[in-house]
């Protein structure tokens, strides 16, 4: 696949230089870093700046130079937060010993230090310093760290160093560095190409969010689901060329790009949405919705007054809307998602079978890093027996991420049985 350059000028790469006589390499890196096509901002550090000036780096990148956290002027508009959501890429280079400790141990006292818990970005830290700093335990400790984290470490070259000592410390050459950036960024376009299309000229529906089941016109009962899930999921499955419905519960969150989106309220609503799309044709369901498994048997009209130390509300159970679904003659490809604080495989692998799924991702949202509110999940994948597919294991990442593997697990069933079936025909 030929490299298409429109990408790289669209991507945005803050780099950050720190203290230390590896900072003249900054220079020729934005440089390089442009010839490529990138748009580029500088961040300088006060240590930075004791080596090199503002002003060639403006010149270089053709943007003003960022040096100070509290600077009167960006602040007006959160600049330091602004900087960091423009970013694609946080590139730190030269990375000195301080700067590395800052991040390991999560300090806010600088523009950038700020900038690097504040970017969702990528990030990458280039060190360099003296062969025995490297060496040091310290520094190796809060290098581990980082990379726990999940920053990556270009790491240094061997050989004579500016203070006369011999051995690994030295930032690699800018063209090195240039060259890594743009082939990270190669890679991204080449993966997002090859999943484009995996759900091509499918009509994929999608139930995402809580339910609200009415007391009374001014209370309800819910949970803690942000819908965040499903949203990404309903993102990737375009993504992948599929033609997306969007059912939503009361969430406030934007509609992703080319998804039709339709919004409901309590679990009988999503039903008989849910029920719609499916007549109108549908070929894979996704149930990600955290539906309330109760409603109030009998709505009050009007607001209930606080008149004693108890109420009493009877509830009754609420139809299973991914069970329904998979329950019609033309059922679609069905995905269920189980969100379990125990047992959470033992419980998702019996609804499974229970709910007769062809699919099933699991979550436990007792842990506190991973679930309803969290930006991050972890999911545990389970495929029906006819598929004879092993479970798969999708690690802590971003929902954008794991919504991407769950469409690439989607693909893998569905070629899966389209593959069995096609054997079948020909015995």
Same mark, same amino acid.
């Given at each position: ?51 090199? %000036? ?5 010149? =270089?990148?053709?943007?003003? #130079? $960022?040096?100070?956290?509290? &600077?009167?002027? /960006?602040? !007006? ?61 310290? %520094? ?5 760290? =980082?990379?726990?984290?999940? #920053? $990556?470490?270009?790491?240094? &070259?061997?050989? /004579?160093? !500016? ?84 059912? !939503? ?179």
């Amino acid at each position: 696949m030929s490299f298409d350059l429109s990408v790289i000028s669209s991507k945005n790469i803050i780099l950050a230089v720190t203290g230390g006589i590896a900072a003249y390499k900054s220079a020729i890196l934005v440089r390089r870093l442009k010839d490529y096509g990138f748009n580029v901002r500088v961040v300088m550090t006060q240590g930075a700046q004791a080596f090199i %000036t503002p002003l060639t780096f403006q010149a =270089l990148s053709g943007n003003p #130079v $960022h040096t100070e956290l509290l &600077d009167p002027a /960006a602040e !007006a508009g959160m600049g330091h937060i602004e900087l960091a959501r423009w970013a694609d890429l946080l590139l730190v280079a030269p990375a000195s010993c301080d700067t590395m400790a800052k991040f390991a141990a999560g300090l806010a006292d600088d523009l950038l230090s700020t900038l690097y818990l504040a970017t969702s970005a990528p990030v990458w830290v280039a060190p360099a310093m003296n062969q025995q700093m490297w060496a040091a335990r310290a %520094t190796q400790r809060n290098l581990n760290t =980082l990379v726990d984290d999940g #920053v $990556h470490v270009i790491m240094p &070259d061997a050989g /004579a160093q !500016a203070c006369g000592d011999v051995g690994l410390g030295r930032m690699p050459e800018p063209e090195d560095v240039a060259r890594q950036v743009m082939q990270y960024f190669h890679r991204a376009q080449r993966a997002v190409a090859e999943k484009f299309g995996l759900l091509a000229g499918q009509h994929v529906v999608i139930t995402a969010g809580p339910t609200r089941e009415a007391i009374d016109p001014v209370r309800y009962i819910s949970n803690h689901s942000t819908g965040k899930m499903g949203f990404a999921i309903a993102a990737a499955c375009y993504a992948a060329g599929a033609k997306v419905t969007l059912i !939503a519960g009361p969430v406030s969150l934007e509609t992703p790009n080319g998804v039709r989106r339709i919004n409901t309220a309590s679990a009988l609503n999503m039903l008989d949405e849910s029920m719609k799309q499916l007549k109108e044709g549908c070929d894979i369901f996704i149930a990600t919705a955290a539906v309330a498994d109760y409603r109030v048997a009998q709505i009050a009209e009007h607001k209930i007054k606080k008149t004693g130390d108890e109420l009493q509300v009877s509830l009754v159970k609420n139809p299973d809307i991914v069970a329904a679904i998979a329950q019609q003659q033309k059922r679609p490809f069905m995905v269920g998602f189980a969100a379990e604080t125990r047992d959470v495989e033992k419980y998702a692998s019996e609804k499974l079978v229970a709910k007769k799924l062809d699919m099933i991702a699991c979550n436990d949202v007792s842990r506190p890093d991973i679930g309803f509110a969290s930006d991050e999940n972890a999911m545990m994948v389970f495929f029906a027996a006819q598929y004879q597919m092993e479970k798969r294991e999708l690690e802590k990442a971003s929902k954008q991420e794991i919504a991407q593997q769950l469409v690439e697990a989607i693909h893998d069933a569905l070629h899966y049985e389209a593959g069995s079936a096609q054997s079948s025909s020909l015995l």
